[in-house]
DNA sequence: CTGCATGCAAACCGTTTGCATCCCC
DNA sequence: GGGGATGCAAACGGTTTGCATGCAG
């Protein structure tokens, strides 16, 4: 009602885009996923990649993760959940923690924004980071 | 206790970023304070004000903030809080919310990870730019 | 045939970095 | 005098954009 939802067409480049989006369950970033379409659509531009992935983010087929760190993520499950990140590497991992409606409520009470949503993102230490500095405590 | 604060020494340029930072409650972008910064120094350069920011918020002095958007925020005030970002013009508030405790919690025992923190980011429209959007509903 | 989508490359913008100079200790 | 801090400018990495061509409707 609110999300007009412009309806994009389905043009090759798209559907392999989301494919390739929709088979990780990490959330890369716009050229890794460059790097992935990049196999099965060799000539494709980094251009396209990125036009698509916010087009296809506005529409609401996909997420685009705005998060700390330097490069935006992209999400193929597009209801709200949370995520966590490694300080270390960067990876982005979802986090299964129940979603906080209230806090949306809360928030509307306590701002004169018109409230549209809310995302919590965890810092972290991944296991493989965790590994690679085991013993180094106090530095 | 876990943040060593490995006390830096407070140059002229310095304590003035921390002052402007300190004086405003929005939360500057390093261009922003550089314009701030440069009233008082004008020789001051863009890269010694990154330099000192990074290296005044690695020793907990101020907090970088990473959100969405695409450039990174500093906030002078360091214990945990939520904030709150305008989709339209990307100003970013404080927002006044309780801050969960128990997800930090949650999350540790949802995850491989070795948790460090949290922040909760709302999404919103700010009322400067509802205002100037008035009876723009369905486009 | 017409227009949107693409590939390509250049432009952009925020941030980082190398280096010569400067200043504090 | 020595080491960190600064100013400056160039480099960088991620993202966006302009334009000529291509392809689907």
């Known amino acids: 009602m609110n999300a007009p939802t412009p309806m994009i067409r389905l043009t090759t480049q798209r559907q392999i885009i989301l494919e390739e989006l929709a088979k990780v369950t990490t959330h890369p970033t716009a050229s890794e996923l460059y790097d ?3 196999k099965r659509l060799p000539r494709i531009g980094l251009g396209t990649v990125y036009r698509n992935l916010d087009l296809m983010a506005e529409s ?3 997420l685009k993760i705005e998060v700390g760190g330097t490069q935006k993520r992209f999400d193929a499950t597009t209801d709200n959940h949370y ?3 490694c300080a270390i590497c960067g990876k982005v991992d979802d986090i299964d923690v129940p ?3 209230e806090l949306v409520t809360q928030a509307a009470a306590a701002t004169s924004y018109h409230i549209l949503g809310h995302h919590v993102e965890f ?3 991944c296991s493989t980071c965790q ?3 085991h013993g180094k405590a106090a530095s």
Request: hydrophobic content about 45%; glycine content about 12%; aromatic content about 0%.
């Open 99 to 101: 979603v906080i409606e």
């Open 83 to 85: 995520h966590i990140r």
């Open 36 to 38: 992935m379409v990049r």
């Open 123 to 125: 810092t972290g230490i």
């Open 60 to 62: 609401g087929m996909i």
């Open 131 to 133: 590994k690679e500095r």
